[in-house]
């Protein structure tokens, strides 16, 4: 357990000198060796693990990578006695952190017998995505998330007390409005240079929160960019000596939570009169709203229950709303959106913590599949 007197000057990675890695990172390697790190989803639906190893030649696709597996009785994936747990690569994407032909790679994992772990929603996900793709639908995922000092305090947050109250601090600008930029300027970058359709980032409403964007991005990317920018992300973080919690509702209280906002359009959404679509899909999801809340969070809708209480931009978890430009309803149009007819709609009952293919399956089978 971390003693709750240590703060950031007492994180070990923020204590490392950097400058000496300088002298190894850049040495130069063979031709042949490709650094690989594989990334994966534990048993937690919630946190990655990683694990590197050399390849000799540079993959053109994930087809050519190497299946592995890994001790799964240490990821809450397996039991000890039968503990080989696989890792199928999925997606692969440059490495901001080794650069030159150093590569991340996404996987999904699968069991001993071959099925796949209760914390693989990939390979559903795809499937429905697969029986969709006529109508080409586009996602975009708001990642909200949360800095916390070393002893899990909110950072840059008072020691002993609260910041004033919400206010100026969203897309704030100022020592005393913002802490942490140095992280988000350093994901944003990085995740450009991964390959990931990261689209913008913000600053949040409360005091060490933030934002960013991902996508719009066709089917099952969404949910391999979003899932790798969240690595990247505990990484960098991890660089800085601080911890970047997708925690819902980290501060109760009169504070903002954290939610994955998922904005969705179809073809037809997109074309002039798409207004029509976008009222029918709301239509079909408001007949299933418990089924979306069980699939908006790890927990069965038990973390967003912390979040969706119907104050701070949210909907009750209990009742399903929609409207134009209204912050408080499950499902928001935005504005431009219902004054040009036609565009996308973004749900906002996503969970911060939420598993963007448990999200992104949901939404086809109800608005495209009428499952
Ligand atoms: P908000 O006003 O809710 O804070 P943001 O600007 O943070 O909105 O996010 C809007 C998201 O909508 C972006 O991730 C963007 O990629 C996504 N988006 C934009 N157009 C579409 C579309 N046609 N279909 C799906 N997603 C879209
Ligand atoms: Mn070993
Ligand atoms: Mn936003
Ligand atoms: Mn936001
Ligand atoms: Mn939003």
């Known amino acids: 357990m971390i003693k709750m007197s240590l703060t950031l000057k007492d994180s070990p990675n923020a204590q490392i000198d950097k400058s000496i890695l300088e002298r190894y990172i850049n040495l130069p390697i063979p031709n042949d060796a490709i650094i690989a790190t594989y990334v994966w989803i534990d048993g937690t639906g919630q946190d990655v693990r990683c694990k590197d190893r ?29 503990s080989d747990t696989y890792l199928h690569p999925v997606a692969i994407y440059k490495d901001p952190f080794r650069r030159g032909s150093a590569i991340l790679v996404l996987c999904d994992t699968y069991k001993a017998d071959g099925t796949p772990t209760a914390t693989n929603k990939r390979k559903t996900c795809l499937e429905a995505v697969n029986k969709c793709l006529n109508e080409e639908p586009w996602f975009g995922i708001e990642q909200e998330y949360t800095l916390l000092d ?52 913000n600053a949040e409403v409360m005091p060490a929160q933030w934002e960013y964007q991902v996508g719009p991005c066709e089917g099952i990317s969404v949910g391999d960019d979003l899932w790798m920018s969240r690595f990247i992300l505990h990484r960098i973080a991890e660089e800085f000596g601080v911890v970047a919690t997708l925690d819902p509702k980290p501060m109760p209280g009169d504070w903002n939570g954290a939610g994955a906002h998922t904005n969705i359009s179809t073809a037809r959404m997109r074309a002039d009169g798409g207004i029509h679509e976008i009222e029918k899909a709301i239509a079909k999801l408001s007949k299933c709203h418990e089924r979306h809340i069980r699939a908006y969070d790890p927990n069965e809708g038990r973390d967003n229950e912390r979040r969706l209480t119907g104050r701070h931009e949210t909907s009750s978890i209990h009742d399903f709303s929609a409207g134009v430009a209204n912050r408080g309803a ?28 448990s999200v992104v399956e949901a939404i086809l089978r109800t608005i495209c599949l009428d499952e």
Do not use: M
């Not at 050519?64 to 009785?73: R, T």
């Not at 990085?190 to 980032?201: D, R, S, V």
């Not at 431009?336 to 293919?357: H, I, L, Q, T």
């Open 54 to 82: 050399t390849l000799t030649s540079v993959p053109k696709s994930p087809k050519d990578l190497p299946i592995w597996n890994y001790d799964g009785s240490s990821t809450y994936q397996a039991q000890g006695s039968n």
């Open 330 to 357: 499950s499902i928001r149009i935005p504005r431009g959106v219902s004054d040009e007819g036609k565009g996308y709609f973004e749900d906002r009952r996503p969970s911060s913590n939420c598993d963007p293919y």
């Open 150 to 201: 070393f002893d899990g305090h909110p950072l840059g947050w008072p020691k002993n007390g609260y910041p004033g109250p919400q206010g100026p601090y969203y897309c704030g600008a100022g020592a005393n409005k913002v802490y942490g930029r140095d992280i988000v300027l350093a994901h944003y970058q990085a995740c450009l240079y991964a390959g990931i359709k990261i689209a913008g980032t």
